[in-house]
C-alpha cells in the first residue's frame, strides 16, 4: 500500500471512529450505505481498469500525446474539454483514467481540463439544471465554467 | 416525496446495466488479448497495479460516502445557506457543498429550494460547483491517483474561479432583471 493509501484510510478510520462516538444508529446507518455503494461502483471500477489495461497496451503512447498531448494544441485541449462537457460518467473513476492517460502522454493541462469539465459541466443533466433553475442560470453555469475549465488547465499546465 | 421502492428498483437496474458492461468489456479483453498474446503482459500489469491502487482505497472512500450523507441531511444545506449574505455567502456555499455525496442532479433541486428561500445566486452557484467538483471522497481519490501537488493546484484554482464565476453571474442576472423592469418587458432579451 503506498503512503497515500495509507493516509486516507485512516482519515477514514478517522471519521469512522468520530461517527461511532457521537451517534451508533447513525454509523451503522453509514455502514450499510457504504457497503452497498461499495458493490455498486465495483463493476464500474473494474470496467475502467479494464480499459485503462487495454488503452495502455494497445495504443500507443505517441498516439496518446498526438491526440491530449503537448503538441495537440489549444484544438486538443477544446476537443478534450467537450468530452469532458459530454461523457456522464463518475467522477470517482475519472482519477484512475486522467493518470492512466497523464501516464501514457497525455499533457498535464488536458488533463485538468478534462477532470474539470467532467465534474463541472453536465449536458446530459442540463435539461434538469433548466428545469429547476431557470435557463438562464443553467446555461451561464455551465458556459462559464468550460471557460474556466480550460483556464485552470492552462494554468496547471504552466506551474506544474 | 421520494419514493423508496422505486428508487430500489432503477438501483437494481442500473447495476443489470453495469454487470452487462463487465461483461462485454472482460469479453473484449480475452479476445483482444488471445488474438494479440504478445500485449497480454503489459495489460496484465498494468491492470494489476490499477486494480491494487483502487481496491487499497475504495472501501475508504465508500466508508466517508455512507458517513457523510447520513450526517449531513440536506434539510441541514438549505438551512445554513438561505440565511447568509456577501462573500460568506460563497465560501459557505463552497464549504457546505463539498460536504454532503451524491451525484449533481441531486443538488439542482437543493439549488431550487435555496433560490425559492431567497439565498443569494452567487451562493447557489458556489454551492453547485463545489457539489460538483470538490467532494471530500471524491478528492482522496484524486490525492491517490494525480499526487497532492495536482490536487491542490487545481483544488485551489477551481475555488478562486468559482467564486469569481459566482459574482459575475450573479450581477449579470441582477443587471438584466433591472434592465428588463426598465424596459417594462419589451425588449425581453436573454443572455
Known amino acids: 500500500m503506498s503512503d497515500t493509501a495509507i493516509l486516507i484510510n485512516i482519515f477514514a478510520l478517522g471519521c469512522l471512529i468520530f461517527a461511532f462516538l457521537k451517534d451508533r444508529a447513525k454509523t451503522k446507518q453509514a455502514l450499510i450505505i457504504a457497503v452497498k455503494s461499495f458493490f455498486n461502483i465495483l463493476p464500474t471500477v473494474i470496467i475502467i481498469i479494464i480499459l485503462i489495461g487495454l488503452l495502455l497496451g494497445f495504443v500507443p503512447q505517441q498516439q496518446i500525446s498526438r ?67 431557470g435557463r438562464k442560470m443553467a446555461l451561464l453555469r455551465n458556459g462559464i465554467s468550460f471557460v474556466i475549465a480550460i483556464l485552470i488547465g492552462l494554468i496547471i499546465g504552466i506551474i506544474l | 416525496m421520494k419514493n423508496p421502492a422505486d428508487k430500489k428498483k432503477k438501483q437494481k437496474r442500473k447495476m443489470g446495466k453495469d454487470i452487462i458492461f463487465l461483461v462485454f468489456t472482460l469479453l473484449v479483453l480475452v479476445i483482444l488479448l488471445s488474438i494479440f498474446p504478445q500485449k497480454q503482459r503489459i495489460v496484465i500489469i498494468t491492470m494489476r497495479k490499477f486494480f491494487i491502487e483502487m481496491i487499497s482505497i475504495l472501501p475508504a472512500i465508500t466508508v466517508l460516502i455512507g458517513l457523510f450523507s447520513v450526517f449531513v441531511p440536506k434539510e441541514m444545506v438549505v438551512k445554513y445557506l438561505s440565511k447568509t449574505a456577501g462573500i460568506k455567502a460563497i465560501l459557505l456555499g463552497i464549504v457546505i457543498g463539498a460536504l454532503p455525496t451524491g451525484p449533481l442532479y441531486v443538488a439542482f433541486p437543493i439549488a431550487s429550494a435555496l433560490l425559492k428561500k431567497g439565498a443569494r445566486i452567487s451562493c447557489i452557484i458556489a454551492f453547485l460547483s463545489a457539489w460538483a467538483c470538490i467532494k471530500i471522497p471524491q478528492e482522496m481519490v484524486e490525492l491517490q491517483f494525480l499526487g497532492l501537488k495536482f490536487m491542490a493546484a487545481r483544488l485551489t484554482l477551481t475555488i478562486i474561479f468559482v467564486v469569481i464565476m459566482g459574482i459575475f453571474i450573479e450581477q449579470l442576472i441582477e443587471w438584466s432583471e433591472k434592465n428588463r423592469q426598465i424596459e417594462g418587458g419589451k425588449d425581453d432579451k436573454d443572455i
Do not use: D, N, R
Open chain 1, 67 to 133: 491526440v491530449v498531448g503537448e503538441q495537440a494544441g489549444f484544438l486538443g485541449i477544446l476537443a478534450v474539454a467537450f468530452l469532458g462537457s459530454i461523457l456522464h460518467i463518475p467522477s470517482l473513476i475519472s482519477f484512475p483514467l486522467a493518470a492512466a492517460l497523464l501516464k501514457s502522454g497525455a499533457s498535464t493541462t488536458s488533463v485538468a481540463v478534462f477532470i474539470t469539465t467532467l465534474t463541472m459541466i453536465g449536458m446530459v443533466t442540463l435539461p434538469l439544471e433548466i428545469k429547476e433553475l
